[in-house]
Structure formats: C-alpha cells, structure tokens
C-alpha cells in the first residue's frame, strides 16, 4: 500500500511539475496575411517551442464557421422573444441582478485594473512584418505612395521587432501585401496574477454578492 501511495505522489509531481514547465516557457501565436492578386489567404498558428499544437486557415475554416452559426441562428428563431418581452426582461436584469452589485464593482475596479496591467505583461510581441508590394498606372503615385510608406517605415522599424517594407512596380498595376505576427503568451503569469486578483478582498465580496445575486 505504501508502494502504491509513493508511486501515485511520484506522479502526481511529474504531471504537476510538467503542466508548470509548459506553462512557464509559454506559447506563441503566429498569424499570417497574404492578399495576391486579389486572392486572401491566412492562417494562424498556436505552438509551444517549435511544436504546432493547432492551425486555423482562413477562408475555408470561416466559411465552416459561419455555416455553422447561420444552423445555430436557425435553431433559434423559433426561441426569439418579441421586442416589448426584451425590454421587460433587460429592465428586470438591470434593476435587480446590476444595481445592487454596483457598490462592489466600484470598489473592485482598481484590483480589476491592476489586473489587467499585470496580465498585459503575459503578452510579448515577438515580430511585427508588413510588406507591400504596390504598382499603379500613373509611375509617379507609385513612388509617391511608396516613398510614403518608407518614411513611415523608417519611424517604426526603430523597434527590432518591427520590419515594415514596401516594393514598387513600375510595370503594371498591383496591391499585394503580405504581414505576419508573432506574439509569445505566458499563461502562468496570467494565474498568478489571477490568484492575486480573487483573493483581494473586493474582489472577494463581488464574487460572494454575484453568487447571492444569482441564486
């Protein structure tokens, strides 16, 4: 029995020990633009180091999407309450479920906003790229419309991890673009700065109130 009981602790601390080293180390979103010839393609990835976890492409995953919602929405016509029922029932929720939690939101506002500065600092913007390729009839609006853009460019390319670039063609009218963004996500920093959050007192009789409230 006591084997059995060491073993499972001696799991339990691998898996916990593991879910902290992926959390710690993060993840990364990448998303991808490509507008060509009037052709939109785009993508966006979710990986943990160098692996892929999930991708999304864009615009056939949209359309499976939208399909969906428009089933959804159809589904749920039958269930659509009349404009007077929706007024009394948004009446009802403001004077009765909002109002008496408005003290308690007042008083949590400042460790909600502290909140919000700490878990902005989760985020980590790793590469910002924007590139043009531009072409119009008249040569001289395709300079013009460039040199625009590199003055531009020049302001913000200051920051490493910002390349913002633009390509004339004299030869034939074009507005190709390509971009893509890469932002690192560090969960664990957003926990603790959650933990922190529901365990301040405000906080705690908001939640407490809207429980109440509810029920």
Same mark, same amino acid.
């Given at each position: 029995?006591?084997?059995?009981l060491?073993?499972?602790?001696?799991?339990f601390?691998?898996i916990?020990? =593991?879910?902290?080293? @992926?959390?710690?180390?993060?993840? =990364?979103?990448?998303?991808?633009?490509?507008i060509?010839?009037? %052709?939109?393609?785009?993508?966006?990835?979710?990986?943990?180091?160098?692996?892929?976890?999930?991708?999304l492409?864009?615009?056939?995953?949209?359309?499976?999407? /939208?399909?969906?919602?428009?089933?959804?929405?159809?589904?749920?016509?039958?269930e659509k309450?009349?404009?007077?029922d929706?007024?009394?029932k948004?009446?009802?929720?403001?004077?009765?479920?909002?109002?008496?939690?408005?003290?308690?939101?007042k008083?949590?506002?400042?460790?909600?906003?502290?909140f919000?500065?700490?878990? %902005?600092?989760?985020?980590?913007?790793n590469?910002?790229?924007?590139?043009?390729?531009?072409g119009?009839?008249?040569?001289? =609006?395709?300079?013009?419309?460039?040199?625009?853009?590199?003055?531009?460019? %020049?302001?913000?390319?200051?920051?490493?991890?910002?390349? @913002?670039?633009a390509?004339?063609?004299f030869? /034939?009218?074009?507005?190709?673009?390509?971009?893509?963004?890469?932002?690192?996500?560090?969960?664990?920093?957003?926990?603790?700065?959650?933990?922190k959050?529901?365990?301040?007192?405000?906080?705690?009789?908001?939640?407490?109130?809207?429980?109440?409230?509810?029920?």
């Open positions: 029995m006591g084997w059995i060491l073993i499972l602790l001696a799991l601390l691998i916990f020990l =593991s879910i902290i080293v @992926i959390l710690y180390f993060g993840f =990364s979103v990448s998303a991808e633009l490509n060509k010839e009037m %052709s939109i393609e785009s993508g966006i990835d979710f990986k943990w180091l160098k692996f892929t976890i999930y991708h492409n864009f615009p056939d995953d949209e359309k499976k999407l /939208k399909e969906k919602k428009i089933d959804i929405e159809k589904e749920n016509d039958d309450l009349t404009l007077s929706k007024l009394e948004f009446t009802y929720i403001i004077k009765c479920k909002i109002n008496p939690l408005l003290p308690y939101i008083e949590a506002l400042n460790p909600f906003l502290e919000l500065i700490t878990g %902005s600092k989760a985020f980590k913007l590469l910002f790229y924007l590139n043009f390729i531009i119009f009839e008249d040569t001289s =609006s395709t300079a013009l419309t460039v040199g625009y853009i590199w003055a531009f460019a %020049s302001i913000l390319n200051i920051f490493p991890v910002i390349d @913002i670039s390509i004339p063609d030869e /034939k009218e074009i507005m190709d673009l390509y971009s893509k963004i890469i932002i690192k996500f560090y969960p664990l920093k957003v926990i603790k700065a959650s933990i959050l529901m365990t301040r007192k405000p906080m705690l009789k908001l939640m407490f109130n809207v429980v109440k409230v509810l029920v």
